[in-house]
């Protein structure tokens, strides 16, 4: 399977720094976003540190142990974070979503936590591979909110995050992988300000194309956040240009 893939992160049109971070690489076959988080002292310190890691790592084609050594990766990372903010900080907190995508052949990763998404397009159908780690999506699950009630609500409160606890919980869910399936990583600067019909629309451009529609859209409206997204789309490697 072949990779084609475009990225882009922006401050917004509100925030004055970007405390979100993008990485990508094809040959690895490894996609990330992180939003640093706001409200907490260097948030961009955290996800510049989280996409920098992953950069260094080594991972060849087996999937099973590439994945074991992205989370040992976000372990250390959760762990540099905890020292870092306890040294520079006293009190506060240093820490970031993330959300991690691998592939190999027909077969997909990913790797979670906070409020960071994954999506699948296939076809035309627009499809949420990860689930929020916030107290409306535990309020959910536990039948405390109606999913009416859930999609009505807006939190920034995530209850995962590298470095916001001691010992860091990621959840991991493998999914299948199809050639002309679009995969979209993207920070909750996107999703909370384009509805899902306009990103499944984006979706069905180029890749580049698609990153700067939604970049376009979300800047053209309130951008309350920073935004931060990554599409990639596969392919066989008998297809030609996506």
Same mark, same amino acid.
């Given at each position: ?5 475009? +990225? ?17 690489? #094809? ?11 706001? &409200? =907490? ?6 996800? !510049? ?14 999937? &099973? ?5 992205? !989370? ?76 009416? +009630? ?5 939190? =920034? ?16 869910? #493998?999914?299948?992988? +199809? ?5 979209? %990583? ?24 698609? #990153?700067? !529609? $939604? $970049? ?12 931060? %997204? #990554? ?6 490697? $008998? +297809?030609?240009?996506?």
């Amino acid at each position: 399977m072949k990779w084609q893939s475009a +990225q882009d992160t922006h401050r917004g049109n509100r925030r004055t720094e970007n405390e979100d971070a993008v990485f990508s690489s #094809v040959e690895k076959g490894i996609w990330m976003v992180a939003d640093g988080m706001g &409200g =907490h002292s260097a948030g961009d310190y955290a996800s !510049e540190y989280i996409a920098d890691s992953l950069a260094q790592l080594e991972l060849d084609e087996n999937l &099973g142990e590439s994945v074991d050594r992205v !989370e040992d990766c976000l372990l250390f990372v959760n762990d540099h974070l905890r020292h870092y903010a306890r040294e520079h900080c006293p009190g506060g907190t240093i820490g970031s979503t993330v959300v991690v995508m691998l592939a190999r052949e027909n077969t997909g990763v990913v790797l979670w936590a906070g409020d960071s998404r994954l999506y699948r397009v296939r076809g035309r159908t627009l499809e949420l591979i990860t689930r929020d780690h916030n107290p409306v999506a535990d309020l959910l699950d536990t039948g405390g909110v109606t999913e009416e +009630q859930a999609l009505n609500c807006d939190t =920034h409160v995530v209850t995962r995050a590298v470095g916001g606890q001691n010992e860091l919980h990621l959840d991991i869910a #493998v999914f299948d992988i +199809q050639p002309g399936d679009t995969m979209l %990583l993207c920070t909750d600067g996107l999703y909370r300000e384009l509805k899902a019909p306009e990103i499944a629309h984006a979706l069905e451009m180029g890749v580049d194309d698609a #990153v700067a !529609e $939604m $970049m376009r859209s979300c800047l053209a409206g309130d951008a309350r956040d920073n935004v931060s %997204l #990554v599409v990639t789309r596969a392919q066989t490697a $008998m +297809q030609g240009g996506l």
